[in-house]
C-alpha cells in the first residue's frame, strides 16, 4: 500500500520513500484506533485502498480536529454514526476520469466503507489550499459541512468535508 500511495502521491520517484513512510506512520497509527477498517481493492495487483475509523460518542478522535465539528454533527457523533474517512488511494485516473459516476473505484471504496459500519454520515479533514485534492473529493460526492456549500474556513488548516451514505 506504502508503494501505492507513493506512486499515486503526485511526487517524483525521488520522494518516494518518504511519502511512502509518512503514509505507512498514518495509517498505522488509525489502525490502532477502535472501529477501524481497510478495504483494499486488487485486480493483477493492489488498485486502491480506503481506510478510516468510526469516530466514538466520548473523547477526541481526531487529532488536530479541534473545533471543526459543527454542533449539528454533535448528536451523531455521541451516537457512533460518523465515520472517519482518513484516507482513499487510488492512480490518478480514477481521480480524473469518471469521477461523478456510481461505479468510479474510489466512490465504490467509500460507500463501502459507510455502510459496513452503518454510519449515516462520513467525515474526513482537508487542507483547504489543496485545491487538487478538494476538488477530486468532491468529485466523488463530498460537501463541505453546514448548509453553505461554500461556507468561510473554520479557524486552523483544515475543512471538514461530509459524504451522505448513498453518494
Known sequence: MG???AETSGGGPWAWNQERAAFLRHLA???RRPGFALLIS????????AYGFSAGGAGSWWEGFDGHLP????????????????GIVV?????LEHQDRPWNLARRMQRRLLADHRATLGVT???PRDDTA???LRSWGW?????????ALPPGPLRLLVLAPGT
Do not use: K, N, Q
Not at 454542533?71 to 482518513?86: I, K, Q, T
Open 125 to 127: 479533514l482537508v487542507d
Open 134 to 136: 478538494v476538488e477530486t
Open 29 to 31: 497509527a488509525d489502525a
Open 91 to 95: 492512480p490518478s485516473r480514477v481521480r
Open 3 to 5: 508503494a501505492l500511495y
Open 143 to 151: 460537501r463541505s459541512a453546514g448548509d453553505d456549500p461554500h461556507p
Open 42 to 49: 486488487e485486480t493483477t495487483g493492489l488498485t486502491g485502498c
Open 71 to 86: 454542533r449539528g454533527l454533535l448528536p451523531r457523533e455521541a451516537a457512533g454514526e460518523l465515520f472517519v474517512v482518513s
